[in-house]
Protein backbone atom coordinates (compact mmCIF):
# COMPACT_ATOMS: atom_id res chain seq x y z
CA UNK A 1 0.00 0.00 0.00
CA UNK A 2 2.65 2.40 0.88
CA UNK A 3 4.36 1.55 -2.62
CA UNK A 4 1.37 2.35 -4.75
CA UNK A 5 1.04 5.92 -2.51
CA UNK A 6 5.05 7.10 -3.25
CA UNK A 7 4.51 5.61 -6.71
CA UNK A 8 1.58 7.58 -7.20
CA UNK A 9 3.67 10.81 -5.22
CA UNK A 10 6.07 10.32 -8.07
CA UNK A 11 3.51 10.59 -10.92
CA UNK A 12 2.22 13.92 -9.64
CA UNK A 13 5.49 14.70 -9.45
CA UNK A 14 6.49 14.18 -13.07
CA UNK A 15 3.22 15.99 -14.09
CA UNK A 16 1.45 16.56 -17.45
CA UNK A 17 4.86 17.27 -19.89
CA UNK A 18 6.11 13.69 -18.47
CA UNK A 19 3.54 11.61 -19.64
CA UNK A 20 6.34 8.67 -21.82
CA UNK A 21 8.42 8.58 -18.62
CA UNK A 22 4.98 7.78 -16.84
CA UNK A 23 4.49 5.11 -19.79
CA UNK A 24 7.57 4.06 -19.13
CA UNK A 25 7.44 3.77 -15.34
CA UNK A 26 3.87 1.80 -15.50
CA UNK A 27 5.34 -0.44 -18.06
CA UNK A 28 8.47 -0.92 -16.34
CA UNK A 29 6.31 -1.85 -13.39
CA UNK A 30 4.12 -4.22 -14.94
CA UNK A 31 5.49 -7.51 -15.63
CA UNK A 32 2.65 -8.86 -17.29
CA UNK A 33 2.13 -6.54 -20.06
CA UNK A 34 4.79 -8.35 -22.34
CA UNK A 35 3.69 -7.09 -25.76
CA UNK A 36 5.30 -4.41 -27.96
CA UNK A 37 3.63 -0.95 -28.55
CA UNK A 38 2.77 -0.52 -25.00
CA UNK A 39 4.01 2.69 -24.71
CA UNK A 40 1.50 5.00 -26.28
CA UNK A 41 3.15 8.17 -24.68
CA UNK A 42 6.09 7.69 -26.24
CA UNK A 43 5.33 9.22 -29.66
CA UNK A 44 6.61 11.68 -31.70
CA UNK A 45 3.87 13.78 -32.32
CA UNK A 46 3.96 17.19 -30.75
CA UNK A 47 2.43 20.61 -31.85
CA UNK A 48 -0.94 20.29 -34.01
CA UNK A 49 0.60 17.31 -36.26
CA UNK A 50 -2.47 15.57 -35.29
CA UNK A 51 -4.75 18.34 -37.17
CA UNK A 52 -2.94 19.00 -40.04
CA UNK A 53 -2.35 14.84 -40.50
CA UNK A 54 -5.41 14.70 -42.78
CA UNK A 55 -4.03 17.80 -45.10
CA UNK A 56 -0.80 16.70 -45.24
CA UNK A 57 -1.99 13.46 -46.87
CA UNK A 58 -4.27 15.15 -49.28
CA UNK A 59 -1.11 17.43 -50.62
CA UNK A 60 0.63 14.14 -51.29
CA UNK A 61 -1.68 12.28 -52.69
CA UNK A 62 -1.86 15.14 -55.03
CA UNK A 63 1.38 15.83 -55.19
CA UNK A 64 2.32 11.69 -56.59
CA UNK A 65 -1.41 11.43 -58.61
CA UNK A 66 -0.48 15.22 -60.34
CA UNK A 67 3.09 13.61 -61.31
CA UNK A 68 1.35 11.18 -63.36
CA UNK A 69 -0.54 13.91 -65.04
CA UNK A 70 2.57 15.71 -66.08
CA UNK A 71 3.78 11.87 -67.24
CA UNK A 72 1.00 12.01 -69.28
CA UNK A 73 1.91 15.55 -71.24
CA UNK A 74 5.38 13.89 -71.31
CA UNK A 75 4.01 11.16 -72.98
CA UNK A 76 1.92 12.87 -75.81
CA UNK A 77 4.95 15.07 -76.51
CA UNK A 78 6.80 11.90 -77.38
CA UNK A 79 5.10 10.22 -79.70
CA UNK A 80 6.05 10.64 -83.42
CA UNK A 81 3.74 12.87 -84.21
CA UNK A 82 3.72 15.84 -81.70
CA UNK A 83 7.88 14.96 -81.56
CA UNK A 84 8.76 17.72 -79.23
CA UNK A 85 11.36 16.17 -77.35
CA UNK A 86 12.04 19.50 -75.52
CA UNK A 87 8.15 20.07 -74.11
CA UNK A 88 8.67 16.13 -73.21
CA UNK A 89 11.83 16.77 -71.02
CA UNK A 90 10.15 19.82 -69.70
CA UNK A 91 7.03 17.72 -68.31
CA UNK A 92 8.88 14.83 -67.18
CA UNK A 93 10.83 17.20 -65.15
CA UNK A 94 8.00 18.24 -63.56
CA UNK A 95 6.68 15.00 -63.02
CA UNK A 96 10.03 13.67 -61.13
CA UNK A 97 10.04 16.56 -58.89
CA UNK A 98 6.55 16.40 -57.95
CA UNK A 99 7.11 12.81 -57.62
CA UNK A 100 9.63 13.39 -55.63
CA UNK A 101 7.93 15.96 -53.46
CA UNK A 102 5.34 13.57 -52.93
CA UNK A 103 7.69 10.89 -51.50
CA UNK A 104 9.11 13.69 -49.37
CA UNK A 105 5.54 14.63 -47.97
CA UNK A 106 5.48 10.92 -47.35
CA UNK A 107 8.63 10.67 -45.24
CA UNK A 108 8.15 14.32 -43.81
CA UNK A 109 4.86 12.90 -42.14
CA UNK A 110 6.57 9.93 -40.44
CA UNK A 111 9.23 12.04 -39.27
CA UNK A 112 6.21 14.33 -37.10
CA UNK A 113 4.66 10.97 -36.03
CA UNK A 114 2.03 11.22 -38.21
CA UNK A 115 0.89 8.32 -41.01
CA UNK A 116 0.14 8.36 -44.53
CA UNK A 117 -3.37 7.65 -46.01
CA UNK A 118 -3.23 6.50 -49.52
CA UNK A 119 -7.27 7.23 -49.77
CA UNK A 120 -7.30 10.39 -48.65
CA UNK A 121 -7.64 12.43 -52.17
CA UNK A 122 -8.71 15.76 -52.69
CA UNK A 123 -12.05 15.54 -54.19
CA UNK A 124 -11.61 17.47 -57.19
CA UNK A 125 -8.32 15.59 -58.14
CA UNK A 126 -11.04 12.18 -58.43
CA UNK A 127 -13.64 14.12 -60.71
CA UNK A 128 -12.00 16.08 -62.74
CA UNK A 129 -11.35 13.92 -66.53
CA UNK A 130 -9.27 16.72 -68.24
CA UNK A 131 -7.87 15.62 -71.73
CA UNK A 132 -3.91 16.06 -70.84
CA UNK A 133 -3.25 15.58 -75.06
CA UNK A 134 -3.11 19.19 -75.31
CA UNK A 135 -1.31 21.82 -77.95
CA UNK A 136 1.81 23.46 -76.84
CA UNK A 137 0.81 26.51 -75.65
CA UNK A 138 -2.39 24.72 -73.98
CA UNK A 139 -0.13 22.38 -71.98
CA UNK A 140 2.08 25.22 -70.70
CA UNK A 141 -1.54 27.22 -69.59
CA UNK A 142 -2.54 23.49 -67.84
CA UNK A 143 0.76 22.79 -66.56
CA UNK A 144 0.96 26.27 -64.90
CA UNK A 145 -2.21 26.01 -63.29
CA UNK A 146 -1.81 22.36 -62.04
CA UNK A 147 1.18 23.95 -60.30
CA UNK A 148 -0.46 27.43 -58.84
CA UNK A 149 -3.18 24.84 -57.28
CA UNK A 150 -0.56 22.70 -55.19
CA UNK A 151 1.02 26.37 -54.49
CA UNK A 152 -2.16 27.14 -53.16
CA UNK A 153 -2.63 23.93 -51.47
CA UNK A 154 0.56 24.17 -49.93
CA UNK A 155 -0.47 27.95 -48.64
CA UNK A 156 -3.48 26.97 -46.86
CA UNK A 157 -1.63 24.51 -45.10
CA UNK A 158 0.79 27.07 -44.30
CA UNK A 159 -1.86 29.43 -43.02
CA UNK A 160 -3.53 26.64 -41.07
CA UNK A 161 -0.02 25.68 -38.96
CA UNK A 162 1.19 29.41 -38.87
CA UNK A 163 -2.30 29.40 -36.43
CA UNK A 164 -4.85 31.18 -38.39
CA UNK A 165 -7.01 28.30 -37.83
CA UNK A 166 -7.78 27.26 -34.09
CA UNK A 167 -5.63 24.29 -32.58
CA UNK A 168 -3.45 24.17 -36.17
CA UNK A 169 -0.46 26.47 -34.62
CA UNK A 170 2.58 24.05 -35.57
CA UNK A 171 5.43 26.47 -37.22
CA UNK A 172 7.65 23.31 -37.78
CA UNK A 173 5.63 22.64 -40.55
CA UNK A 174 5.24 26.08 -42.02
CA UNK A 175 8.68 25.98 -42.12
CA UNK A 176 9.22 22.60 -43.77
CA UNK A 177 7.02 23.96 -46.30
CA UNK A 178 8.77 27.00 -46.73
CA UNK A 179 11.73 25.50 -47.23
CA UNK A 180 12.08 22.05 -48.71
CA UNK A 181 8.35 22.78 -51.37
CA UNK A 182 7.48 26.89 -51.61
CA UNK A 183 10.99 27.85 -52.97
CA UNK A 184 11.32 24.93 -55.13
CA UNK A 185 7.38 25.87 -56.52
CA UNK A 186 8.27 29.18 -56.75
CA UNK A 187 10.87 28.65 -59.46
CA UNK A 188 9.18 26.31 -61.29
CA UNK A 189 5.62 28.38 -61.65
CA UNK A 190 8.11 31.78 -62.61
CA UNK A 191 9.57 29.39 -65.38
CA UNK A 192 6.56 28.03 -66.85
CA UNK A 193 5.29 31.80 -66.67
CA UNK A 194 8.00 32.60 -68.42
CA UNK A 195 7.56 29.80 -71.41
CA UNK A 196 3.93 31.25 -71.96
CA UNK A 197 5.19 34.66 -72.45
CA UNK A 198 7.65 33.87 -74.66
CA UNK A 199 5.63 31.34 -76.52
CA UNK A 200 2.76 33.40 -76.90
CA UNK A 201 4.91 35.94 -78.69
CA UNK A 202 6.48 33.56 -80.74
CA UNK A 203 3.10 32.06 -81.96
CA UNK A 204 1.82 35.39 -83.09
CA UNK A 205 2.93 36.01 -86.06
CA UNK A 206 3.23 34.05 -89.80
CA UNK A 207 6.28 32.00 -88.20
CA UNK A 208 4.68 29.93 -85.57
CA UNK A 209 5.34 27.09 -86.99
CA UNK A 210 9.32 27.61 -87.16
CA UNK A 211 8.75 29.17 -83.58
CA UNK A 212 7.42 26.30 -82.09
CA UNK A 213 10.39 24.05 -83.48
CA UNK A 214 13.12 26.77 -82.23
CA UNK A 215 11.35 26.61 -78.90
CA UNK A 216 11.27 23.30 -78.69
CA UNK A 217 14.90 22.88 -79.44
CA UNK A 218 15.72 25.55 -76.52
CA UNK A 219 13.34 23.41 -74.39
CA UNK A 220 16.20 20.55 -75.09
CA UNK A 221 18.98 22.26 -73.59
CA UNK B 1 -25.99 37.16 -69.92
CA UNK B 2 -26.12 37.28 -73.59
CA UNK B 3 -24.40 40.11 -73.84
CA UNK B 4 -22.18 39.18 -71.23
CA UNK B 5 -21.15 36.12 -73.11
CA UNK B 6 -20.55 38.19 -76.57
CA UNK B 7 -18.58 39.95 -74.31
CA UNK B 8 -16.49 37.37 -73.19
CA UNK B 9 -16.43 35.31 -76.39
CA UNK B 10 -15.47 38.83 -78.03
CA UNK B 11 -12.66 39.47 -75.59
CA UNK B 12 -11.32 35.86 -76.03
CA UNK B 13 -11.26 36.49 -79.48
CA UNK B 14 -9.31 39.71 -78.97
CA UNK B 15 -6.59 37.84 -76.85
CA UNK B 16 -5.99 35.08 -79.36
CA UNK B 17 -6.88 36.92 -82.97
CA UNK B 18 -3.42 36.22 -84.12
CA UNK B 19 -1.91 33.31 -82.12
CA UNK B 20 -1.46 30.51 -84.10
CA UNK B 21 -2.01 28.07 -80.94
CA UNK B 22 -2.64 24.56 -82.81
CA UNK B 23 -0.79 23.24 -86.14
CA UNK B 24 -2.49 20.42 -88.87
CA UNK B 25 -1.61 16.89 -88.16
CA UNK B 26 1.66 15.88 -90.24
CA UNK B 27 0.84 12.99 -92.93
CA UNK B 28 3.12 10.34 -92.24
CA UNK B 29 2.80 6.70 -93.64
CA UNK B 30 1.66 4.67 -91.17
CA UNK B 31 3.22 0.99 -92.42
CA UNK B 32 5.87 0.99 -90.26
CA UNK B 33 3.32 1.16 -87.15
CA UNK B 34 3.17 -3.15 -86.90
CA UNK B 35 2.41 -3.69 -83.03
CA UNK B 36 -1.44 -5.60 -83.37
CA UNK B 37 -3.99 -4.30 -80.82
CA UNK B 38 -4.08 -6.81 -78.29
CA UNK B 39 -0.55 -7.00 -77.46
CA UNK B 40 -0.73 -3.04 -77.38
CA UNK B 41 -3.81 -2.92 -75.25
CA UNK B 42 -2.12 -5.75 -72.98
CA UNK B 43 1.00 -3.17 -72.74
CA UNK B 44 -1.05 -0.02 -71.92
CA UNK B 45 -2.60 -2.17 -69.37
CA UNK B 46 0.49 -3.30 -67.57
CA UNK B 47 1.88 0.28 -67.45
CA UNK B 48 -0.80 0.75 -64.64
CA UNK B 49 0.09 -2.68 -63.28
CA UNK B 50 3.89 -1.06 -62.72
CA UNK B 51 2.55 1.66 -61.10
CA UNK B 52 0.56 -0.19 -58.99
CA UNK B 53 3.25 -2.49 -57.88
CA UNK B 54 4.74 1.15 -56.81
CA UNK B 55 2.39 2.59 -55.12
CA UNK B 56 2.17 -0.68 -53.01
CA UNK B 57 6.00 -0.36 -52.64
CA UNK B 58 5.54 2.90 -51.11
CA UNK B 59 2.73 2.14 -48.56
CA UNK B 60 5.22 -0.40 -47.59
CA UNK B 61 8.07 2.20 -47.42
CA UNK B 62 5.44 4.76 -45.12
CA UNK B 63 4.66 2.28 -43.22
CA UNK B 64 8.46 1.19 -42.44
CA UNK B 65 8.99 5.24 -42.02
CA UNK B 66 6.18 5.30 -39.20
CA UNK B 67 7.56 6.63 -35.60
CA UNK B 68 6.19 3.38 -33.90
CA UNK B 69 7.25 1.06 -36.53
CA UNK B 70 10.94 2.71 -36.82
CA UNK B 71 12.54 0.38 -39.26
CA UNK B 72 14.60 3.08 -41.87
CA UNK B 73 16.16 0.34 -43.61
CA UNK B 74 12.61 -1.43 -44.99
CA UNK B 75 11.40 2.29 -45.22
CA UNK B 76 14.88 2.87 -47.61
CA UNK B 77 14.38 -0.15 -48.98
CA UNK B 78 10.75 -0.26 -50.33
CA UNK B 79 11.11 3.80 -50.74
CA UNK B 80 13.57 2.32 -53.93
CA UNK B 81 11.39 -0.28 -55.12
CA UNK B 82 8.60 2.39 -55.85
CA UNK B 83 11.19 4.35 -57.59
CA UNK B 84 12.04 1.27 -59.71
CA UNK B 85 8.24 0.41 -60.28
CA UNK B 86 7.48 3.79 -61.76
CA UNK B 87 10.60 3.78 -63.37
CA UNK B 88 9.40 0.27 -65.23
CA UNK B 89 6.13 2.07 -65.99
CA UNK B 90 7.86 4.83 -68.10
CA UNK B 91 10.00 2.21 -70.01
CA UNK B 92 7.03 0.59 -71.09
CA UNK B 93 6.13 3.50 -72.18
CA UNK B 94 9.20 4.38 -73.88
CA UNK B 95 8.92 1.49 -75.72
CA UNK B 96 5.38 2.07 -77.04
CA UNK B 97 6.41 5.62 -78.16
CA UNK B 98 9.29 3.85 -80.12
CA UNK B 99 6.77 1.29 -82.21
CA UNK B 100 4.78 4.57 -82.84
CA UNK B 101 2.16 3.79 -80.50
CA UNK B 102 0.37 6.57 -77.90
CA UNK B 103 -0.89 8.78 -80.40
CA UNK B 104 -4.27 9.42 -79.10
CA UNK B 105 -6.38 7.88 -76.05
CA UNK B 106 -3.19 8.90 -73.31
CA UNK B 107 -5.02 11.20 -70.96
CA UNK B 108 -6.49 7.97 -69.26
CA UNK B 109 -3.66 5.14 -69.48
CA UNK B 110 -3.65 6.44 -65.68
CA UNK B 111 -6.48 6.38 -63.58
CA UNK B 112 -6.41 7.63 -60.15
CA UNK B 113 -7.27 5.00 -58.15
CA UNK B 114 -3.77 4.10 -57.13
CA UNK B 115 -4.39 3.20 -53.22
CA UNK B 116 -2.62 0.37 -52.41
CA UNK B 117 -5.25 -2.26 -50.43
CA UNK B 118 -2.51 -3.10 -47.75
CA UNK B 119 -1.25 -0.53 -45.49
CA UNK B 120 -0.03 -2.66 -42.48
CA UNK B 121 2.69 -5.31 -42.04
CA UNK B 122 2.63 -6.97 -38.19
CA UNK B 123 7.01 -7.07 -39.41
CA UNK B 124 9.64 -6.79 -41.50
CA UNK B 125 9.35 -10.54 -42.65
CA UNK B 126 5.70 -10.09 -43.73
CA UNK B 127 6.21 -6.92 -45.77
CA UNK B 128 9.19 -8.92 -47.52
CA UNK B 129 7.29 -12.07 -47.73
CA UNK B 130 4.05 -9.95 -49.79
CA UNK B 131 7.12 -8.18 -51.71
CA UNK B 132 7.81 -11.42 -53.07
CA UNK B 133 4.44 -12.61 -53.76
CA UNK B 134 3.97 -9.10 -55.42
CA UNK B 135 6.87 -9.60 -57.73
CA UNK B 136 5.74 -12.90 -58.74
CA UNK B 137 2.17 -12.09 -59.57
CA UNK B 138 3.99 -9.00 -61.71
CA UNK B 139 6.63 -11.94 -63.80
CA UNK B 140 3.37 -13.80 -64.39
CA UNK B 141 1.69 -11.15 -65.84
CA UNK B 142 4.54 -10.03 -68.04
CA UNK B 143 4.70 -13.31 -68.71
CA UNK B 144 0.87 -13.31 -69.73
CA UNK B 145 1.82 -10.23 -71.96
CA UNK B 146 4.14 -11.89 -73.64
CA UNK B 147 2.46 -14.90 -74.68
CA UNK B 148 -0.61 -12.36 -76.09
CA UNK B 149 2.22 -10.06 -78.17
CA UNK B 150 3.93 -13.80 -79.50
CA UNK B 151 0.56 -15.33 -80.64
CA UNK B 152 -1.30 -12.83 -82.16
CA UNK B 153 -2.26 -14.92 -85.07
CA UNK B 154 -1.26 -11.64 -87.63
CA UNK B 155 1.72 -10.52 -86.04
CA UNK B 156 4.24 -12.00 -83.64
CA UNK B 157 5.95 -9.62 -82.40
CA UNK B 158 9.28 -10.98 -81.48
CA UNK B 159 11.04 -7.22 -80.88
CA UNK B 160 8.83 -6.94 -77.76
CA UNK B 161 8.51 -10.37 -76.81
CA UNK B 162 12.42 -10.10 -77.10
CA UNK B 163 12.63 -6.85 -75.18
CA UNK B 164 10.08 -8.17 -72.16
CA UNK B 165 11.92 -11.45 -71.60
CA UNK B 166 15.89 -9.78 -72.30
CA UNK B 167 14.84 -6.76 -69.62
CA UNK B 168 12.07 -6.85 -68.09
CA UNK B 169 12.29 -10.49 -67.31
CA UNK B 170 15.65 -10.57 -66.11
CA UNK B 171 14.85 -7.94 -63.58
CA UNK B 172 11.85 -9.59 -62.30
CA UNK B 173 13.58 -13.25 -61.76
CA UNK B 174 17.07 -11.09 -59.95
CA UNK B 175 14.49 -8.95 -57.88
CA UNK B 176 12.94 -11.90 -56.69
CA UNK B 177 15.97 -13.93 -55.62
CA UNK B 178 17.39 -10.80 -54.22
CA UNK B 179 13.95 -10.49 -52.02
CA UNK B 180 14.44 -14.37 -51.33
CA UNK B 181 17.45 -14.27 -49.69
CA UNK B 182 16.86 -11.24 -47.90
CA UNK B 183 13.54 -13.15 -46.41
CA UNK B 184 15.62 -16.64 -45.83
CA UNK B 185 18.23 -14.41 -43.73
CA UNK B 186 15.86 -12.47 -41.93
CA UNK B 187 13.68 -15.66 -40.62
CA UNK B 188 17.17 -17.84 -39.38
CA UNK B 189 17.83 -14.29 -37.99
CA UNK B 190 14.87 -14.54 -36.19
CA UNK B 191 14.37 -17.37 -35.69
CA UNK B 192 16.06 -17.45 -32.00
CA UNK B 193 15.86 -13.66 -31.52
CA UNK B 194 13.20 -12.01 -32.93
CA UNK B 195 13.08 -8.28 -31.61
CA UNK B 196 17.06 -8.31 -31.91
CA UNK B 197 16.98 -9.97 -35.19
CA UNK B 198 14.63 -7.54 -37.06
CA UNK B 199 16.71 -4.42 -35.42
CA UNK B 200 20.22 -5.75 -36.61
CA UNK B 201 18.66 -6.80 -40.10
CA UNK B 202 17.19 -2.98 -40.69
CA UNK B 203 20.23 -1.13 -39.47
CA UNK B 204 21.95 -3.60 -42.04
CA UNK B 205 19.50 -2.72 -44.83
CA UNK B 206 20.21 1.39 -44.43
FE1 LIG C 1 8.30 -3.77 -62.12
Known sequence: ????????????????????????????????????????????????????????????????????????????????????????????????DLWDDGINTIKYMTKRGA???????????????????????????????????????????????????????????????????????RDAIRTLAGHAKDLSSLLDGPDASLGLYLFDDYLQK | ?????????????????????????????????DMGNPCVVKVRNHVMEELKASMQYMAMAAHFSRDDVNRPGFAELFFKAAREERDHAIKLIHYLLMRGELTSDVSNMITKNLAP?????????????????????????????????????????????????GDFLTEQYEGQRDLAGKLSNLEKLMDKHGALGEFLFDKKLA
Not at chain 1, 16 to 25: A, F, G, N, P
Not at chain 1, 73 to 93: D, P, Q, S, V
Not at chain 1, 159 to 169: L, P, V
Request: glycine content about 4%; charged content about 25%.
Open chain 1, 1 to 96: MKAIVIFFALVAVVSCSDECYRDVVATCSNTLSKQQGVLTQCDAKYGAIENLEGDLQRFANSLLYRSFDFLLMATHYGNYIKNRAGFEKLFRGLSD
Open chain 2, 117 to 165: NVTNWASGATALRDALVLESSVTKKIRGLIIVCESDPSFNDYHLVDYLT
Open chain 1, 115 to 185: RMNFNNIASELEQEKPSLELFELQAIGRALDIEKKLAKDAFDLHKAASGHKNDHHDPEVAHHLEEKFMEKH
Open chain 2, 1 to 33: MKAFVVIFTLSFACVFANLQCEHKKPNIPTDWI
